[in-house]
């Protein structure tokens, strides 16, 4: 069946302009994750939705990072003024339910010039 | 706040033993495991409920220590095909998302 699918799977953009990257989750999954790797580091937390919701949005680097989820589905991470410090691949999970295995996506490579 | 793991890099011959650690200073729900290979998503491997359970197959298991708020990976006889870098990822009560350690890479050689 289908996995998760991210989009676009690379960008490289200039410091400053805003980038939007795309999460399909698994169908049926009512939790997406959101996380930041930078090379060769773990995984860092972003924020999480439960269904169309973002209870907990406490990883989210600065205000220039924001997230949203429609339809219980498809979810957008927006980066706002981009700085070189926000290049890193981002990757997208789902799960059933909060707390069941995480399945992730290829993610997307973001690099700022 | 963020799991320990160790060792952070371990080398290993093929079929040789290997274990890997993750300690949390929080009061622990459930530690998740899972496995990346470079330049590839992280793969799920296994969950560990609180209640000291272990689990697995037979030559990848993990045990749960809940009040030493510890997990150990354990990877038996080593094939080529378990290299990668090892994550833990931890929920804390009350808590429904994961932080995750910052890995453990594992290399097995012929």
């Known amino acids: 069946g289908a996995g998760v699918s991210q989009s676009p799977s690379n960008k490289v953009t200039e410091k400053g302009k805003d980038v939007e990257l795309r999460c399909d989750p698994i169908?049926?999954?009512?939790?997406l994750y959101w996380y930041r790797q930078r090379l060769g580091q773990g995984l860092e937390f972003l924020i999480y939705?439960?269904?169309?919701?973002?209870?907990?949005k406490s990883g989210l680097p600065s205000d220039r990072f924001s997230a949203e989820r429609t339809g219980e589905s498809v979810s957008t991470l927006t980066i706002q003024r981009t700085q070189q410090e926000d290049s890193a691949v981002y990757l997208c999970?789902?799960?059933?339910?909060?707390?069941?295995?995480?399945?992730f996506g290829d993610g997307t490579r973001l690099s700022i010039l | 706040q963020q799991p320990v793991q160790s060792p952070q890099a371990v080398i290993l011959r093929e079929g040789e033993d290997a274990v890997i650690n993750c300690s949390s200073s929080?009061?622990?729900?459930?530690v998740h495991w899972y496995r990346q290979k470079h330049g590839e998503a992280p793969v799920f491997l296994m969950i560990?409920?609180?209640?000291?359970e272990q689990k697995g197959h037979e030559k990848i298991s993990a045990s749960f220590n809940e009040k030493k708020q510890q997990s150990s990976l354990y990877l038996t006889a080593s094939q080529l095909s378990y290299s990668g870098t090892y994550f833990c990822?931890?929920?804390?009560?009350?808590?429904?998302?994961?932080?995750f350690g910052q890995g453990t890479r594992l290399t097995i050689n012929p």
């Open positions: 929080k009061a622990l729900y459930s």
């Open positions: 939705f439960q269904g169309n919701s973002a209870p907990d």
């Open positions: 169908s049926g999954h009512t939790a």
């Open positions: 999970a789902s799960s059933s339910q909060v707390n069941q295995p995480q399945h």
């Open positions: 990822g931890t929920e804390s009560q009350g808590a429904q998302k994961l932080v």
């Open positions: 560990l409920l609180k209640g000291g």
